[in-house]
């Protein structure tokens, strides 16, 4: 049952407007929908039938047509779908479901989280709800009627405004919601609960008054200030960055504990997973801070990146999501500092989705078909995704591409559209010609560049060649060149940045468009051969190759004026020297370097004018996961057993350097989630990282003393994680003391079942079961599950033990959520499908498993993942 975009037709009916009755119960919920149809004239056929989504788990009970009751024989019910064959051309369809959303364990559509209802509709949800057209290009406006027992749910909310409240008959309390923007499905979100809400406005820049309302379980009311500043950050930004303003007077936000992705951008009514969304100094850390604000932002863009103007169909899922991740990276950047926020998303995109471009489920940005649209919602779609939109901005240039945007959002307000609406959108405002380009859209795979280049004495020209080939892989056995924008600077042996001159135009900074497998770009006014500073901030997501030697590397480290290209250079010394070591374990010799980056950190520690957060990042060393995307096949002993080598060596060559570090940025006072604040942070715990790999009893002291008297998370749980995985004496009694001192708090207990699970022991598989049967575990919360699994998934000798027990294990949980939770099954399956690229031995035992998960009776969502990791 694949789904292609090339069958794509318009909706051969539109519902104008929604009616929905919820009348919510503890054991069953009935749903009454009073849909207004027509015949789309743009379909042109007259007599199709009418064929409505639904689900099993949806009963109907009643169906009318214009308030006539639709005998058996009038409709039939096939696979999920109503299909009703003879319709007028105009309508009303009274349609009477029943659903059980205390026994939906897949949280899609109506379920319970703790005592409260809530939704989530994005992709194909609401069809769990009612019989509906829920596909994203039929628009509706909705009014919606909730139905309760006040004193068990005295918060009842839906899209838009209340408009009315008042008692049934029977005593319940009734609520009316009225939308007046016109949305898809998908956009349509309930929640009732016994809610605390905390309340707070906003001016816009139009001076209209906006109510801001932030709803969780009573306890935790205390955490969502630094969420509601976030908010109005983003209102404000959105005013100035994109000229978009909020247009309803009031916007929503409600915290759910059992949640299956991070949040979702409900018109009107946000609703986010807990852990998106609740921060507090003593319970969170920095990391999650910038999360929250950066998810915040993102769905309150997607107001107008996303609902104003919709997708047409899932395959254009990216032009919501990528732009509108484009946009929350903009704006982080801008509340914090650019270099150190386009480091960390790069770092993601070049360790995470790159394993996916190169994995069986690869697919292009606008992919052609799927099986589950769930299964879409990858790295490609959003990383990938904001990658685009970032190149259309390199190549319009700020001014061209805000008006693109303007006439974008003018042009399509209330459509439903696709991406390449969007690029002609900002090829029309700009002049600039953007045909070639959108072949990023359609084309899997990572490109890979490889440069050379030549100096002419003679002339004073450098000559820099270019060649650029995307991998072919079985669904895609033919690639094509792509136009990408590469940022280029040239240094001199000094350091310092040369002007030159290409195609006419001098400058110390060149944007190349590479648009075809191979050219040469000529610069000329240069008296000696330069060292070339390429792809500056990551210009393009493709693979660089360019023959750099260490000293060259040690040269861009120091003194580029690109800060992202020093961090880059630093990473790429690293991954040459892990990469011998690697192979020194690999054929088990006994393992020696002379590490340059000695040098390279000494000198960067005397440099006074950095960024304690880019020292930080440029110290840590490239992770487990960036290093077994570039290898191939991926040995993880060996990955492992090289970094611990490396980090140890540096260590010991550095240590009074890092004690020092630690005791200079290890700032007192009360906690704030600044900028500069964080950068101490993340220096001075960096900093301890190493210094406990000397293995002084000082360092493991002072690990433990910044666990006992730390303030804020941030520190308290660095100490700790430093501690565990340092072999501290005291760890195991530190990880039972967090526990005890933070087990009434789920989102740090989650923390800890993280790291507890992520322990590289060879029983880990017994320990990680243990946990599985801790009170604190609950298979029904994909945030537990995310962290008992994530965090085994990082322990080295557990996972990847040789004897395969890990995959077992792994594979047996799978099977387990299969029925229960598809999405969280079918995600967990992602480590397994990267059997190809792993050494012979576990290949061998990871694919068995898949084979034993494809002979079960599988949901759409695992059976997808699985059966194209083994095509
Ligand atoms: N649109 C949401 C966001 O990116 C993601 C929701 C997807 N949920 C899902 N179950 N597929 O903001
Ligand atoms: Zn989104």
């Given at each position: 049952s694949t789904i292609y975009l090339k069958d794509y037709k318009v909706p051969p009916f539109l519902i104008d407007k929604t009616e929905l009755t919820f009348d919510l119960d503890e054991t069953t919920t009935v749903v009454t929908s009073r849909l207004h149809m027509r015949r789309n004239p743009a379909s042109g056929k007259s007599t199709e039938p009418l064929v409505l989504d639904g689900g099993e788990d949806v009963k109907l009970i009643g169906l009318a047509m214009d308030d006539y009751a639709l005998p058996p024989e009038e409709y039939r019910i096939s696979e999920g779908k109503l299909i009703i064959t003879a319709t007028a051309d105009e309508f009303v369809l009274t349609c009477e479901t029943l659903i059980e959303p205390q026994n939906n364990t897949r949280l899609e559509g109506l379920y319970r989280s703790s005592s409260m209802f809530c939704t989530q509709c994005e992709a194909e949800g609401f069809r769990h709800i009612t019989y509906y057209l829920d596909r994203p290009d039929v628009m509706s406006v909705f009014t919606t009627t909730i139905i309760a027992d006040e004193a068990r749910y005295p918060v009842m909310l839906s899209n838009g405004n209340q408009v009315e409240k008042g008692k049934t008959e029977e005593g319940k309390t009734f609520v009316v919601w009225h939308d007046p923007f016109p949305k898809p499905a998908y956009l349509f979100a309930l929640v009732a609960g016994d809610l605390a809400v905390k309340n707070d406005s906003f001016v816009t820049q139009s001076e209209r008054e906006v109510t801001l309302q932030i709803f969780t379980e009573p306890h935790n009311l205390d955490k969502v200030d630094y969420a509601m500043e976030a908010l109005k950050r983003s209102m404000r930004w959105d005013e100035e960055a994109y000229g978009r303003e909020y247009d309803l007077d009031i916007f929503m936000i409600v915290a759910v504990d059992d949640f299956n992705m991070g949040a979702m951008e409900n018109k009107g009514l946000n609703i986010f997973n807990s852990s998106c969304l609740l921060a507090s100094p003593e319970t969170t850390t920095d990391d999650s801070y910038l999360r929250v604000e950066a998810i915040v932002a993102h769905e309150y863009f997607h107001n107008w990146s996303g609902n104003r103007v919709t997708c047409r169909d899932w395959f254009q899922l990216s032009l919501k999501e990528g732009f509108t991740v484009f946009r929350d990276q903009t704006f982080s950047a801008d509340m914090h500092s650019e270099i150190v926020k386009r480091v960390e998303d790069v770092s993601f995109l070049r360790t995470a989705q790159f394993a996916e471009d190169a994995g069986p489920m690869s697919h292009p940005v606008r992919p052609a078909s799927f099986i589950e649209i769930s299964n879409f919602y990858t790295l490609t779609i959003y990383e990938k995704g904001a990658e685009i939109v970032r190149m259309v901005h390199t190549l319009l240039g700020a001014e061209k591409f805000r008006a693109g945007s303007d006439l974008y959002f003018d042009r399509h307000d209330g459509q439903a559209v696709t991406c390449d609406d969007f690029i002609t959108a900002m090829q029309d405002s700009s002049g600039v010609d953007l045909t070639l380009f959108k072949r990023w859209y359609s084309q899997a795979g990572t490109p890979v560049v490889t440069a050379t280049d030549e100096f002419d004495s003679a002339s004073g020209t450098y000559r820099l060649t270019m060649k650029q080939q995307t991998p072919a892989t079985k669904n895609q056995p033919t690639t094509l060149p792509l136009h990408i924008p590469v940022r280029v600077g040239l240094l001199d042996t000094s350091g310092k940045v040369l002007t030159s001159a290409l195609s006419g135009s001098t400058s110390e900074e060149h944007v190349l468009h590479l648009n075809s497998s191979e050219q040469t770009f000529e610069f000329?006014?240069?008296?000696?051969?330069?060292?070339?500073?390429?792809?500056?901030?990551?210009?393009?997501?493709?693979?660089?190759?360019?023959?750099?030697?260490?000293?060259?590397?040690?040269?861009?480290?120091?003194?580029?004026?690109?800060?992202?290209?020093?961090?880059?250079?630093?990473?790429?010394?690293?991954?040459?020297?892990?990469?011998?070591?690697?192979?020194?374990?690999?054929?088990?010799?006994?393992?020696?370097?002379?590490?340059?980056?000695?040098?390279?950190?000494?000198?960067?520690?005397?440099?006074?004018?950095?960024?304690?957060?880019?020292?930080?990042?440029?110290?840590?060393?490239?992770?487990?996961?960036?290093?077994?995307?570039?290898?191939?096949?991926?040995?993880?002993?060996?990955?492992?057993?090289?970094?611990?080598?490396?980090?140890?060596?540096?260590?010991?060559?550095?240590?009074?350097?890092?004690?020092?570090?630690?005791?200079?940025?290890?700032?007192?006072?009360?906690?704030?989630?600044?900028?500069?604040?964080?950068?101490?942070?993340?220096?001075?715990?960096?900093?301890?990282?190493?210094?406990?790999?000397?293995?002084?009893?000082?360092?493991?002291?002072?690990?433990?003393?910044?666990?006992?008297?730390?303030?804020?998370?941030?520190?308290?749980?660095?100490?700790?994680?430093?501690?565990?995985?340092?072999?501290?004496?005291?760890?195991?009694?530190?990880?039972?003391?967090?526990?005890?001192?933070?087990?009434?708090?789920?989102?740090?207990?989650?923390?800890?079942?993280?790291?507890?699970?992520?322990?590289?022991?060879?029983?880990?598989?017994?320990?990680?079961?243990?946990?599985?049967?801790?009170?604190?575990?609950?298979?029904?919360?994909?945030?537990?599950?995310?962290?008992?699994?994530?965090?085994?998934?990082?322990?080295?000798?557990?996972?990847?033990?040789?004897?395969?027990?890990?995959?077992?294990?792994?594979?047996?949980?799978?099977?387990?959520?299969?029925?229960?939770?598809?999405?969280?099954?079918?995600?967990?399956?992602?480590?397994?499908?990267?059997?190809?690229?792993?050494?012979?031995?576990?290949?061998?035992?990871?694919?068995?498993?898949?084979?034993?998960?494809?002979?079960?009776?599988?949901?759409?969502?695992?059976?997808?993942?699985?059966?194209?990791?083994?095509?």
């Open positions: 000329t006014g240069l008296t000696s051969k330069p060292v070339p500073s390429l792809l500056r901030g990551f210009s393009a997501p493709v693979k660089l190759h360019y023959d750099y030697s260490t000293s060259d590397l040690l040269l861009l480290m120091s003194s580029d004026t690109d800060g992202f290209n020093r961090w880059s250079a630093a990473q790429q010394i690293a991954v040459n020297e892990l990469t011998m070591l690697i192979n020194q374990s690999i054929a088990g010799e006994s393992l020696s370097l002379e590490s340059q980056l000695v040098k390279g950190f000494k000198a960067l520690l005397s440099d006074e004018s950095l960024d304690p957060a880019m020292v930080a990042l440029i110290l840590t060393l490239p992770s487990q996961a960036y290093l077994s995307e570039l290898a191939n096949p991926i040995h993880p002993a060996a990955i492992k057993e090289a970094r611990q080598y490396l980090k140890t060596l540096l260590a010991n060559a550095l240590s009074g350097e890092f004690e020092l570090l630690y005791n200079k940025h290890n700032i007192q006072g009360e906690y704030q989630a600044t900028a500069e604040d964080i950068a101490h942070r993340s220096l001075k715990n960096t900093a301890l990282s190493y210094w406990v790999e000397t293995n002084s009893d000082q360092a493991h002291q002072a690990t433990f003393e910044q666990f006992r008297t730390a303030n804020n998370m941030t520190d308290q749980f660095s100490a700790l994680s430093i501690a565990v995985h340092s072999n501290n004496a005291k760890a195991t009694d530190m990880l039972a003391a967090f526990y005890e001192q933070w087990k009434a708090e789920p989102l740090v207990v989650n923390k800890w079942l993280m790291l507890s699970a992520s322990q590289d022991s060879s029983d880990a598989v017994a320990s990680v079961k243990a946990l599985m049967e801790h009170t604190a575990f609950d298979l029904k919360n994909p945030n537990k599950v995310r962290s008992v699994l994530g965090g085994f998934g990082q322990s080295i000798s557990g996972f990847h033990n040789e004897d395969g027990s890990g995959y077992h294990f792994l594979a047996d949980q799978i099977i387990l959520l299969n029925s229960r939770n598809p999405q969280i099954a079918s995600r967990l399956c992602t480590p397994l499908t990267r059997w190809k690229k792993m050494e012979a031995k576990r290949s061998e035992k990871m694919k068995a498993e898949l084979e034993r998960i494809l002979a079960q009776d599988l949901s759409k969502d695992v059976y997808e993942v699985v059966s194209k990791s083994l095509a």
